[in-house]
């Protein structure tokens, strides 16, 4: 990499981001020192295009081709990631394999398997109120000997929410956009993961807000895997069911992509070598050139002449935009991914496929004398790489998590003493489970957790109009560590009675 010190105006982002801190300001001007490993981050970051992609040769200097970046580590340095180094010009890695037993304490303990399932479950057990009164169920009944207590309640929570997934390349909206159920604002597009779109609805500021009875409905009805319709404001209007493929804008969403297009190049190569001279996965995401990208060039392909209009990442590798076209990109025609063509690398006759990661869409062309391609049919190897992609497509899904903070006055019912509950159930001595499925529980303070909806019986879920939603949760634990923490020893029941605690609140 060089710098142009003309272009370059001293703002320092390259200094930050540079992985190997190869980068200093000098006299406000950045200098590259000798540890660089051509990572190109500063060509990527430098805002004024002062960093020069332009290799400055080091002897001894090491490839590296674990990733995408294709560091070049000095002797004795390490790469951008931290895990290779040149070492006597052999590339080691720079960390010891670990076994779990040498990460066991980090790990943390697991719960004992006597008391990972509660005896019953809080659907239909109904509440107590207020919370200094004994949860309306607290059983105990022998497991190998040991005395195991099951205390159970269908709590109200306003500290709730769900994260919504819908696996989809299709735009749904900004991040960040409101969204609206029935016309009410109750909840938002959150940041978008591999290959799926995330949403957050309720949540205790929306749940206590102007529009609660609907963000509570809204919950309440999704986490039951009912049927609703959503509008992210700016957006697709949302039709989701969980278990079921969500429909955007009027269009079923049958297929999830495998993964992005630097993936599918990856888990293709061997079909593409054969499909067309030169292969463009469009993708939102990463889109691929495949022979710039290191899966065809490991098979011998020379670099062809299509450039692309997208900005590139890595060899081969480029970012795609958002929108309703090709792949989840802006482009209605998918040959407007190609900027122009080097006839001198590409000659004419050479053919291009252009595909989906879902293999949804795929397109075929010939590049004629004129220097552009013209569309053709797809060879059977072109038609064959496509159905590869296809048959490797899951079906799309809407899924959802249910988050429930249980670590206020939900604790109440279980035990006098509810701090100590907090730390049993982070200490895997009170398991806690919802509807009777395993939770995962956040860490840090408190007890909130995350639960898979479908895993819990439908109907399970509901809302009150303080407002906040109803979820079963139930708290498992050995009898003596339920005595420690200031338990309702008094109102505990042998698990064959089904009738509840009796308790008079006002006494
Ligand atoms: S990011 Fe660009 S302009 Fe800023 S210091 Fe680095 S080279 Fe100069
Ligand atoms: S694996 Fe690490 S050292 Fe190797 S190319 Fe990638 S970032 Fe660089």
Redesign the pocket.
Known sequence: MK??LE?????????KDCPVAA?S?QDK??VIGPSCVECHT?FR???????LDEPVPVAGAKECTHCPVGCRIPEGLTGACGRYKNQGHELVRSRPLLTYAEVAAEVGPEPELLIERPSITAIGAGGTYPDYVPAPYIVSHERDGVEVVTVVTEAPLSYSGLKVKIDTDLEVGEEGAPITFEGRTVGMVETEEYGSKMLAIGGVNRLTGRHGFAAARAVAAIANREAVRLKVKGGAKLELQVGQPPVIDGQLVEKMRVGCGSASAGLFATFFLDAADEVIVLDQHITSLFSHHAAGRCLGLAPGGVELCFQRSTPGRYFGTHGKGWGGTDLADPLDIVKQVDTGLTKPGSTLLITETTGQNAAMYVLGEDGKFAPTELSDKAQQAVAALAETCQRSLVSAVYVGGAGGSARAGVARYPLRLTHAVHAAKAVLTCGGAKVFVLPGGGITFYVDVEKVRSGAFTWVPTPATVAPIEYTMRLSDYEEMGGHLEAVKPFAAQEPVPWNRCK
């Open positions: 710098i142009d272009r370059c105006n001293g703002c320092g982002l390259c200094v980068i300001l001007k950045a500063c970051v430098c805002p004024r295009g002062a960093a």
